[in-house]
């Protein structure tokens, strides 16, 4: 049973995947279209098509490798100052030149003059920033929607007022598992009499609605009395006791501990749907981890060639889309979820996966979508600049100029995908 949940979910999940990248072509065609610029190409995945249909002048379909998709905007490149871009040169000197030659050839070989005010690059700034956002946009908007259906609809497990727990003894949190000694102190609830179960209602005075909140209390109160009223079964005590002096983690660097005072109770989690405040405090959470593993992406690298060539994996390090779908099959086996736990596992995923991509898209480098937007961005910098300045107009960018970089990129990023695949298949990460 466990193995066809497992292919369930990696077969929920490639799904997911591909209707992402779906939707994040269908955010650089709708407005594309919209603004009159030809789109002849629709298509999701790459290599061999296996499946296409033609509406109009855009041919749809999908490729045998589902890692990707594009949309054919013609006239993405300008023709070379003061070139007819019907006229074909043979040859260049230098190779880099000849590339973006070759490029822009490519480009106008099938433009007619009835195509030539629905070009790309001919359109203004702003419409070019717009096609090109439009799919990252589409994807961050797929994250937010499904972290809304996940915490708003089916919620997340939230600490309550309940204790779950108590402690026999107070030892630092770089001790916590270890079994307690007579040498340990006693822990201040287990002195107290509190018992799995009791709701704490006021500490010090302090009404509790939330556990957070007595949780900072606690730690602020050192080694002093405490005076704890709680509820069990139905009836209200109070009872009164000192709490102690333990390291704890440090709430802001949890690599470090601090002196804190010290209960010993933890708390009973229930399922808790929850408002928009928490999804955008999720989301923060996300694009903040998110940005600094792109920026450590690069050293993080190195320790997946490692691991390709028989060194240990890191739990947190990058993976490829083959190795997040074995982490969604194992994500709906492991410890025995239920079938709504499974679903938002999944959910997760695939946002915190929508997210990557938006983000990474936005990176300001051809042939990522940041690098067009930063050319669209330029135009319309430059040519304002240069009306004041008096000077001539500077014209479209040229982002063919930009090529050899984006041919850097791209076999830098093929590079990358090829690592992690072979990673993903020889030495996986693992959740268990």
């Known amino acids: ?24 072509e269908v955010g650089h065609m709708y407005p ?47 023709p070379a100052k003061d070139a007819d871009p019907h006229e074909v040169r043979k040859t260049n000197t230098g190779l ?19 195509d030539l005010d629905r070009l790309f690059y001919r359109k203004p700034w702003w419409q070019k920033l717009i096609v090109m956002a439009g799919g990252p946009t589409v994807n961050i908007i797929i994250a937010v929607f499904l972290f809304c259906v996940v915490f708003m609809g089916f919620g997340a497990m939230t600490p309550t007022t309940t204790v779950s ?22 822990a201040p ?12 209602l006021s500490f010090n005075g302090t009404k509790i609605d939330e556990w957070d909140q007595l949780t900072t209390l ?19 005590k109070v009872v009164t006791v000192d709490t102690s002096v333990t390291p704890r983690l440090d709430e802001n660097d949890p690599t470090k501990t601090v002196d804190v005072g010290f209960l010993g109770v933890g708390p009973t989690e229930t399922m808790q749907r929850q408002g928009p405040g928490y999804v955008a405090d999720v989301m923060g959470d996300y694009v903040s981890g998110t940005a600094e593993a792109i920026v450590h992406l690069p050293q993080r690298m190195v320790g997946v060639v490692k691991a390709a060539f028989g060194a240990e994996r890191e739990a947190n390090g990058p993976i490829s889309v083959v190795g997040a779908s074995r982490v969604a099959g194992e994500l709906v086996t492991v410890d025995d979820p239920s079938w709504a736990e499974r679903t938002q596992r999944v959910l997760v995923l695939l946002a915190g996966l929508n997210l990557f991509l938006a983000m990474f898209n936005f990176i300001p480098l051809l042939p990522l979508d940041g690098g067009h937007i930063a050319g669209a961005l330029w135009e319309a910098v430059r040519r304002p600049i240069a009306r004041l ?8 960018v040229d982002v063919a100029k930009m090529l050899p970089v984006a041919y850097g990129v791209g076999a830098l990023l093929m590079l990358m995908s090829v690592i992690l695949i072979y990673a993903d298949i020889v030495n996986p990460v693992k959740l268990t």
């Not at 030892?171 to 006693?186: Q, Y």
């Not at 609830?189 to 704490?200: H, T």
């Not at 606690?218 to 209200?236: F, Q, V």
């Open 1 to 24: 049973m466990n193995t066809l949940i497992y292919t369930l979910g990696v077969v929920v999940f490639v799904l997911g995947v591909v209707i992402s990248i779906a939707l994040h």
């Open 32 to 78: 594309a279209k919209k603004f009159g610029i030809k789109v002849t190409q629709f298509f999701v995945g790459f290599g061999n098509t296996v499946w296409s249909t033609k509406r109009g002048e855009t041919e749809y379909g999908f490729k045998s490798i589902p890692l990707g998709g594009y949309v054919k905007l013609v006239g993405m490149l300008p």
């Open 96 to 114: 880099f030149t000849q590339l973006v030659s070759d490029a822009r050839n490519a480009e106008y070989e099938h433009v007619n003059d009835d």
């Open 165 to 186: 727990s108590v402690s026999d003894c107070a030892i630092s949190a770089a001790e916590e598992g270890r079994a307690c000694t007579a040498d340990d102190p006693v």
């Open 189 to 200: 609830a287990r002195q107290a009499g509190l018992e799995p179960g009791d709701r704490i």
């Open 218 to 236: 606690i730690r602020a109160n050192g080694n002093r009395e405490a005076t704890i009223e709680y509820e069990r079964a139905g009836d209200t």
């Open 389 to 396: 300045r008096g000077r001539p107009d500077p014209g479209y």
